[in-house]
Nanobody
Framework: QVQLVESGGGLVQAGGSLTLSCAAS????????MGWFRQAPGKEREFVAR????????YLQDSLKGRFTISTDNAKNTVYLQMNSLKSEDTAVYYC????????????????WGQGTQVTVSS
């Protein structure tokens, strides 16, 4: 089992920044692919970014490149999502997920999910 707890969400003005954290516990060694997804009201959950615990295998949604960055801190078993130049369309619940080393942008690649953290960007 792997437990994931997100934090760092909140209300921010457009153009601002937020850093989300995902603290992992349990059998984290069994799930090397870590991802961030988001779900806006009335929309399907969509892929944001993914990374391996080693810090390699970074992949971001094309439309978010240049604004979002994913990283890890193995000592803290934590995955981060740095979000800059936030826009109103970034408003969503952001979820952390854990999957196998081959996990990419498909929700079905991930079998452990956090409870989500709300990000609201005001214009």
């Amino acid at each position: 089992q792997v437990q994931l707890v997100e934090s760092g969400g909140g209300l921010v003005q457009a153009g601002g920044s937020l850093t989300l954290s995902c603290a992992a516990s349990g059998r984290t060694f069994s799930r090397n692919g870590m991802g961030w997804f988001r779900q806006a009201p009335g929309k399907e959950r969509e892929f944001v970014a993914r990374i391996n615990w080693s810090g390699v295998g970074t992949y971001l949604q094309d439309s978010l490149k240049g604004r979002f960055t994913i990283s890890t801190d193995n000592a803290k078993n934590t995955v981060y999502l740095q979000m800059n130049s936030l826009k109103s369309e970034d408003t969503a619940v952001y979820y952390c997920a854990a999957g196998g080393v081959g996990a990419r942008g498909n929700l079905n690649d991930y079998d452990y999910w956090g409870q989500g953290t709300q990000v609201t960007v005001s214009s």
